[in-house]
């Protein structure tokens, strides 16, 4: 049986041709097998290019790539890896089969040329992972395509037979393994996972989709490593297609304020907005988001009035009232004239490949007038915010608006999901989860719901208490006031997507860390040794009783330690500034 070895730094895949012309893949990591022989390939109108395959030759190449982006875990990329076509053929049709080993991950793409357009009727991708190996699995059985679900910490085995949205996690031998996909436009359709028992088989919205030749699948994403490779990692982006935007001068990160979830009829009271407006410029908060309900009456009062303050002004629209190029040029070129600074698209519900050119289109729409974007109740980014600078997040996650304030309303979820999140979603890319909200149905502590403005990473970042929470919890204002929206750099210091997590991040020559717990309380060790020497000023923000905030500030060493008891589903947050001498 030919197979084809191949390796980059701690990883090996395998690709083998079996006798009657069927591909697999597998993948070791340091020798151990994280992924069992795998299906691969295509089946497409004009050819079934999943059996009956014959090797018809091989390139090799080496990817070096630097890039920035405007948002993210880091905003400065290195991208190393090894580069194999393999190229099979049926007759007179052919399948390449494109794997790239590096970045701390395996993905591998397909690509089908024919003499027209081309017609994919189901590709044969799977992942065969060891059956005891443990799993955080987010199920997609709400018919919605929002990824609005709780994810469920299981085995292989014992996981039920359903479809599973991205990404997935699992760990086996000592290994961690997150699987998923990057780099998806209008050329395809957005895939999932369908367990039969036995492997995650993927699985496609649409009873078919079609591109021009050659057809160019995304890229079917592994990261391979241990959990800070993981959830450092920036490999989705690192496979996604260049920026389409030249200039990313006017693509500004920040925090905004946002009235929807703690005071929905704001939303139509130009004299509310007028107030969250003040309280943002009070706070150096650069925006707020007129949610559902605005009104084109007082829309350009509002963003007049704003824009004295130095506050921009995002505004709130249903996908379908932006879906066609009119549209694009009659509101979307209104609301800019007025002065809005970006856009929130909602109830994006699908991952078929119509909705990828709908996506393909508005992306391409707002990066011309110079509006930032960022889209609600749909799916997940692929690496968007590499193509598309001007996206800053996507909500695709079960976020805060689950749990807004409700009398005898029960928390709808535990700790462990806020956990999950930080080591699986938030992994693929930015994500509006609308943080920080003191006064709901929850059972974090009030320092583990602060930390989030730091576990959690979104371009913009939408504080979504009220004015009143806040202006409560003065320590928590105060950090809110400073805490950035993009980082230079993460690193995770410890943790487990169901036990605890200490992650630090980095902006300029500041640091801040998040912690946060699930179960009983405990005492957490920051290891110091990510710090540049010297001495440090730490502004600790952490439990206190009445479920407050106590800010407290020491003087810590690069190469040291802080011990912080952390009480049940509590956490805390780390401010850190070099100390000036």
Known sequence: MPEWTLSEDDLEATVALSAVGELTLEVRHEGRTVLRPSRLGIRAAHEDLTTGLAFAGAAERRIEDAYRTVTGKRREHRYAAGEWTLSFAKGRHRLDLVVRIGGGGVAYRYA???????TVTEELSEYVVPGDARAVLLPYENGRCDYEEIHRHTTVTAAEPILYGYPSLFHTGGTWLLVTESDLDSGYAGSRLRFDGHAFRLDLPDPY?????????????????????????????????????????????????WSWWSDGPSTR????????????AAHGWPYVLADA??????????????GEKGVGVWLWSHWQHVDTELEHREKLALWKQWGAVGVKIDFTESDGQDRMRWFDAILAATARLRL???FHGGTIPRGTERTWPHFMTAEAVKGAEWIKPKPGKQPLYAATHYLALAFTRNVQGPMDFTPCTFTGVR?????????????????VQHFADGIEAYEARPEALRLLSSVPTAWDETRL?????????????????????????AGEARTLTVPLGFLDEGEWTAEIYRDAPGDRILAETVTVS??????????????FTLHLRREIS
């Not at 009104?295 to 009035?305: D, Q, R, S, V």
């Open 112 to 118: 089908v040329p024919w003499t027209g357009p081309v």
């Open 209 to 257: 989709v079609t591109a021009a030749s050659p057809l160019v699948t995304p890229w079917r994403t592994m990261i391979v490593g241990d959990l800070a490779t993981i959830v450092e990692s920036d490999l989705v982006t690192s496979l996604a297609a260049p920026s389409e935007v030249e200039d990313t001068g006017w693509i500004r990160p920040g925090a905004v304020a």
């Open 269 to 280: 009271d130009l004299d509310a907005q007028k107030r969250w407006v003040d309280f943002a």
């Open 293 to 306: 309900g605005w009104n084109k009456e007082w829309m350009p009062e509002l963003i007049a009035y704003a």
């Open 372 to 374: 930032m974007v960022v």
């Open 443 to 459: 059972v974090i502590s009030a320092g583990f719901e602060l930390a989030l403005s730091v576990l959690f990473e979104s371009g």
């Open 493 to 517: 210091l410890s943790g487990d997507p169901a036990d605890h997590l200490l992650l630090a991040r980095r902006s300029g020559g500041d640091w801040y860390v998040g912690a946060g717990v």
């Open 558 to 571: 690069a190469g040291g330690k802080l011990d912080l008891a952390v009480p049940p589903n509590g956490g």
